[in-house]
């Protein structure tokens, strides 16, 4: 099964508006990332929380980590049209060469 | 440089055919890997190379047949796939293995004839 686990599946908010996405996972992790998926595209790298950080900030992202219960949130303040996108989590688990596990991912839609 | 190139962008082939996907980043990068990712879903990790070594392999089926001819390059053969292994196939690199963001390309899409 997968590592992580994210909700909503979708989300659509207006223009202006917070979005918040949620990721559970299961085992020890190393760090969390967040990154976005326009339509059929690439994934971008938005922001990596070590699992010893509880907040991070970058522009208009928050992620939080609360290690205890095994999830983040993932925070994207005075939304755009352009955020529109799938946002996935990948956890990194504690042992072993670099493995990343991606949640199922919410599908945001910013509308106008 | 700071991106990940991928060719070809989109790739239709019958069950009988044999090619290749290539990826290539000049950052410098020392680890390098291959997803697989279905529609609505989430990339699944096929392949990582570590320093030009495979270094992990996800029980991916032997019609995929990773190669790794230099630091810079990555290949992915195929041979003999199926109508199920239609997808976009997302080629990524980061500059270790350990605990870093990985850079991806944009992909290929493979229809299986």
């Known amino acids: 099964s997968q590592q992580g686990e994210e909700d909503p599946q979708a989300l659509s908010i207006q223009e202006g508006e917070n979005a918040t996405m949620n990721c559970s996972y299961k085992?020890?992790?190393?760090?969390l990332q967040w990154y976005r998926q326009n339509s059929g595209r690439g994934l971008v790298h938005l922001i990596l929380?070590?699992?010893?950080?509880r907040e991070k900030h970058s522009g208009r992202l928050r992620v939080t980590l609360d290690t205890s219960k095994k999830s983040s949130s993932l925070l994207i303040t005075a939304s755009r049209a352009a955020d529109t996108a799938s946002y996935f989590c990948?956890?990194?688990?504690?042992?072993?060469?670099?493995?990343?596990?991606f949640g199922q991912g919410t599908r945001l839609t910013i509308n106008p | 440089d700071t991106e990940v190139t991928q060719t070809p962008k989109h790739l239709v082939m019958g069950m009988t055919n044999k090619k290749s996907l290539k990826c290539e980043q000049h950052?410098?990068?020392?680890?390098m890997y291959w997803y697989k990712q279905k529609a609505k879903k989430p990339p699944e990790l096929m392949f990582v190379?570590?320093?030009?070594?495979?270094?992990i392999n996800e029980s991916v089926p032997s019609r995929f047949s990773p190669e790794c001819p230099n630091s810079s390059l990555l290949n992915l053969h195929l041979h003999a796939l199926q109508p199920e292994d239609s997808a976009l196939y997302l080629c990524?690199?980061?500059?270790?293995?350990?605990?870093?963001?990985?850079?991806f390309g944009p992909g290929t899409r493979l229809t299986v004839l």
């Open positions: 085992t020890s992790i190393n760090n």
């Open positions: 990524a690199s980061s500059p270790g293995t350990l605990r870093s963001e990985q850079f």
């Open positions: 190379y570590s320093y030009e070594k495979l270094s």
């Open positions: 950052m410098g990068h020392r680890a």
């Open positions: 990948a956890t990194d688990r504690m042992w072993g060469a670099q493995k990343l596990v």
């Open positions: 929380i070590r699992s010893n950080e």
